[in-house]
């Protein structure tokens, strides 16, 4: 399994807002394409944002690929995030999980 992860934060006024459009949009989006295993989303508010951390899971990278296209390790942005005053990391990661254990 893969484990790919995305943060970006917007300002705490718009939490909400991107909270319902994220799960509309890289959620959905994710949870759509052949492949994917789910998606979990963590916000940790900060000083006046709040930050958004997205991890999907995936079978495989040409699943991945077929979510974000040959450039894979860079985000995927929708047209409406900027409404929210995103600041979105320009990259994602991309994690081999060999082993789950329970917390």
Same mark, same amino acid.
């Given at each position: 399994m893969i484990v790919r992860t995305w943060h970006g934060?917007?300002?705490?006024? @718009?939490?909400?807002?991107?909270?319902? @459009?994220?799960?509309?949009t890289g959620v959905q989006h994710a949870k759509a394409t052949a492949g994917n295993c789910g998606a979990f989303v963590r916000q940790e508010l900060q000083g006046d944002y709040v930050h958004f951390f997205l991890a999907t899971y995936w079978e495989s990278l040409e699943a991945i690929r077929q979510f974000?296209?040959? +450039?894979?390790?860079?985000?995927?942005?929708?047209?409406?995030?900027?409404?929210?005053?995103?600041?979105?990391?320009?990259?994602?990661?991309? +994690?081999?999980v060999t082993e789950i254990a329970e917390l």
């Open positions: 934060c917007v300002p705490q006024q @718009h939490r909400q807002g991107f909270a319902d @459009h994220l799960a509309v974000a296209g040959e +450039h894979y390790q860079q985000a995927v942005t929708y047209p409406d995030d900027e409404a929210y005053g995103l600041i979105s990391d320009p990259y994602v990661f991309q +994690h081999r």
